[in-house]
């Protein structure tokens, strides 16, 4: 027994002094590393006749089969160019947000990311050190991108006025629209000529509910919000300031009276079964707009919306605004490239991107594949997809300058000019160019998120009776600190205002 | 010294290439990340240097990252609902586990018994997704097996996802039948390994098959028992986090009997992503664990030294 307990316990101190002289060793050969590396790089940006450097790319979307492929072309092209290299990686839509998190805390070597007002959170990114400052980079290597981008975009992308992004040049400014079924529009000869408001869809709702038993009359999930006019400090939380306020208080959404209308007139639709009785639950509407078995919903909307959205369903599909056309900070940030603190080639990282926003044969390289295996072009600035195109399917708005972009079959000749007669006719939210420091209210944040998905949903959906839970709601929250961020949030939005 | 620590390791090398894989698991998973407990105590900001740096370089805030699991009236319902629905657990697991290794060990045709036992062990590999959508077939509001019955009965249907009376039963149940299966297979094979001439004896003195199973299968099956339900206890601060989110659909109605620390820590920092705050939470569960394990452990080892872990 005693020998035993005996050699027990000698292993135990071998593998602990292995274990520490391990990590110690291992720490010093990663700083001894990096700053090898440092030192190369600084000499390779000199000397640019040196073998390419190899930039690291974290982008958002389905990983494509050919992605390899399609880079093999692009680094020919930029090796000789400007002498880089990239290796893309894709990380699934659900991952994306959470993968980035973990590897930008661990400090895995990147150099451009993807990153947007609703994955990766942009702002908070920022703010924690993710990213490198682009101010000095955007003079020394980024001249094209500020020539080709409206500058509202690099205004409003600011943090703390800095910016820490490239947005991609496309849609500014954020449009609610009602999207209808057409089929079903034209079967009972229904006319959208006087819709706008919540309200006023309830004859509509009214006919399809009475007709089309097998069809969910308002189509829409958990995460819906209702409309009202108010300009969201933090996406998700019902605070905010109203849209045509020029004093920029900070309100509780939820007790304004624009939103108890709201709640009051979905509770109407909820208990008349225009919306599916699962809402509250229900991640996504998807199935039903596959099936076709949807009347209405709402959405964002851009220019040429309703024949992506009439191509893509595979039946024609109508909308008619729902809202005015603003600028919020979201809606500028939904789209940024970013380099991270740790790259190591910071300039050469600037540099590619700066020929990905304004070089039309990369961009379109990156977008749409290699010409004559993944498309053809068929004019100028016109393509047609190739069968190869499935195995690289790209989401066009998350990679840089969608103006640059070849036009599809079915796009107007007029595409990007609309575009940007859409830009220019956003309006400013109040709260643009405003970003909140969420790091003195953290505690009462993750208290209040919690009451937040509580409530919000059955809420909104008109799964519950306002009546009943909303004060129910607003109590919990405010015993969550909602106050407390709230008074934080107008100190903060009065500081900003007073150096504007 | 070091020349008989060489000495025993040769003497010992095959039981410690047997633990080699464990221990290598345990370093890696359990005894490594320790270190990062020190990320409970700061805010933590990411450092162009990498991990190392980025921990050294935050600032140190104390004890501000466990505010929020203690700020708001939730603190008391979450861990009301963590520890009363492990106590259920673990007292009503133990109970249908042994129970079912039982039966499973007194069926004489070996066939019929192995069949019941793969039945019971199949729910033990579904991801809870899976079992969630299955109950989500059940209790759908309009399409719901549950409510077709209601329905067909003369009654009306319910909103079983906001309706949150049957849930802990139903939670209680479901949580039951996916890891019965499993568990009774460890007392099974424990049963499996006691020696037949017992039972024998048992026989010849007259004692029947009750008498058997009360006086032999249970206090053989004791020790094991106990270390399994101290293990048990260690994690009583820990919820399930697929049972209380993906089962429940996440459904806002019913947090007030499904919130439990590991949803509550989830919901509060899936957006925000402080990586301080979720460790601290982690660092309270394992710590208020660690302290639970060893009390119990003392209370075990006081009425019997040989059933204790330590």
Redesign the interface.
Same mark, same amino acid.
Do not use: H, P
């Given at each position: 027994m005693r020998?035993k307990s005996?050699?027990k316990k000698?292993?135990l101190?071998?593998?602990t002094l292995l274990?520490s002289a391990g990590m110690v060793l291992s720490?010093c050969g990663?700083?001894a590393d990096?700053g090898g590396n440092t030192a190369a790089s600084n000499s390779n940006t000199e000397t640019s006749t040196e073998k390419p450097v190899e930039l690291i790319w974290y982008t958002i979307g389905t990983p494509q089969k050919d992605v390899d492929k399609v880079m093999a072309e692009v680094n020919k092209y930029t090796s000789e160019k400007i002498g880089v290299t990239v290796k893309m990686n894709m990380l699934d839509w659900g991952d994306y947000d959470q993968k980035m998190?973990v590897m930008?805390?661990?400090?895995e070597p990147m150099d451009i990311m993807f990153s947007a007002s609703w994955a990766f959170?942009y702002v908070?990114n920022s703010r924690?050190?993710?990213f490198?400052s682009l101010d000095e980079l955007l003079q020394k290597e980024g001249k094209g991108i500020t020539e080709v981008l409206d500058p509202a975009f690099l205004q409003g992308s600011k943090v703390d006025g800095h910016n820490y992004g490239i947005p991609a040049n496309k849609e500014l400014p954020a449009q609610e629209v009602w999207r209808f079924n057409k089929n079903l529009l034209d079967k009972y000869k229904l006319d959208i000529k006087g819709v706008g408001s919540l309200e006023s869809l309830e004859p509509l709702l009214k006919t399809i509910k009475a007709n089309e038993p097998t069809v969910t009359p308002f189509a829409l999930d958990?995460n819906y919000v209702p409309y009202v006019p108010y300009d969201y400090i933090i996406q998700?939380l019902p605070m905010g300031v109203k849209l045509d306020s020029t004093d920029l208080k900070v309100v509780n959404v939820l007790e304004t009276p624009e939103m108890k209308q709201a709640l009051q007139t979905m509770r109407k639709y909820y208990k008349a079964g225009y919306v599916?009785?699962?809402a509250?639950?229900t991640t996504s509407v998807s199935d039903l707009q596959t099936a076709g078995k949807w009347f209405l919903d709402r959405a964002a909307t851009q220019p040429f919306a309703d024949n992506a959205w009439s191509s893509s369903y595979g039946y024609p599909v109508v909308s008619t605004p729902a809202s005015d056309s603003i600028i919020y900070n979201w809606s500028v940030m939904g789209s940024l490239q970013t380099i991270s603190?740790?790259s190591e080639h910071p300039d050469k990282a600037m540099a590619f991107l700066n020929l990905l926003n304004t070089d039309p044969y990369l961009r379109n390289l990156v977008d749409s594949g290699i010409e004559g295996v993944h498309y053809k072009k068929t004019a100028d600035n016109r393509m047609e997809n190739l069968a190869d195109s499935k195995n690289y399917d790209m989401p066009t708005f998350s990679l840089g300058n969608i103006m640059l972009t070849y036009l599809n079959p079915s796009d107007p000749d007029n595409k990007w000019e609309s575009f940007k007669e859409f830009n220019s006719a956003g309006k400013k939210a109040p709260t643009l160019g405003f970003n909140f420091d969420?790091?003195k209210v953290?505690?009462?944040?993750?208290?209040v998120?919690?009451?937040k998905?509580?409530?919000?949903?059955?809420l909104y959906t008109g799964?519950?009776e306002p009546d009943e839970y909303l004060p129910k709601a607003v109590e919990?929250l405010n015993?969550?600190?909602f106050g407390k961020i709230i008074e934080e949030a107008q100190r903060q939005l009065d500081e900003w205002k007073a150096a504007q | !010294?070091l020349k008989?620590?060489f000495k025993? =390791?040769i003497?010992?090398k095959a039981m =410690?290439l047997m633990v080699l894989p464990g221990?290598i698991w345990f370093?890696f998973f359990s005894?490594l990340p320790m270190a990062g407990t020190v990320i409970a105590f700061k805010?933590?900001?990411?450092?162009? +240097?990498?991990?190392?740096?980025?921990i050294l370089e935050s600032k140190w805030v104390g004890l501000?990252n466990f505010?929020?699991l203690f700020?708001?009236? +939730?603190a008391y319902i979450i861990t009301r609902n963590t520890v009363l629905y492990n106590v259920v657990f673990i007292v009503l697991g133990l109970f249908f586990s042994v129970a079912m290794a039982v039966i499973l060990s007194e069926i004489v045709n070996k066939r019929l018994s192995k069949l019941y036992q793969t039945g019971m062990f199949m729910p033990y590999f579904l991801s809870w997704v899976i079992v969630g959508y299955f109950v989500f077939s059940f209790l759908?509001?309009?399409r719901g097996v549950l409510n077709h019955i209601l329905t067909s009965l003369g009654k009306d249907p319910v909103?079983w996802?906001?309706e949150s009376t049957a849930w802990p039963y139903m939670l209680v149940l479901i949580s039951l039948w996916k890891s019965i299966g499993y568990n009774s297979v460890v007392y099974l094979a424990a049963i499996m390994g006691i020696d037949k001439s017992l039972y024998e004896a048992a026989m010849i003195d007259g004692a029947n098959k009750w008498q058997q199973i009360r006086s032999i299968t249970v206090p053989m099956l004791t020790p094991l028992m106990t270390i399994l339900t101290l293990l048990a206890i260690g994690r009583i601060f820990y919820a399930d986090f697929g049972l209380f989110y993906q089962v429940p659909? +996440?459904?806002?109605?019913l947090?007030s009997v499904t919130?439990v620390i590991d949803t509550?820590v989830y919901?509060?920092?899936?957006?925000?992503?402080?990586?301080g !705050?979720s460790t601290a939470a982690g660092l309270y569960q394992s710590f208020v664990g660690f302290v639970l394990i060893i009390a119990s452990n003392a209370i075990v080892r006081k009425f019997n030294k040989d059933n204790a872990l330590l």
């Open positions: 020998i005996k050699s000698s292993v101190y071998g593998l274990l720490a990663k700083n990096n998190k930008t805390a661990s400090g959170d908070q924690k050190g993710a490198a958990k998700g599916s009785a699962e509250a639950t603190a740790n969420s790091s953290a505690t009462e944040l993750a208290a998120q919690n009451v998905e509580e409530f919000m949903s059955a799964t519950v919990k015993a969550a600190g | !010294m008989t620590f025993d =390791l003497k010992n =410690l221990t370093f005894y805010q933590y900001r990411y450092s162009r +240097d990498g991990f190392l740096a980025s501000q505010k929020f700020s708001t009236s +939730d759908s509001t309009d909103s996802y906001s659909r +996440d459904s806002g109605a947090y919130n509550y919901r509060g920092l899936k957006t925000t992503g402080e990586i !705050m």
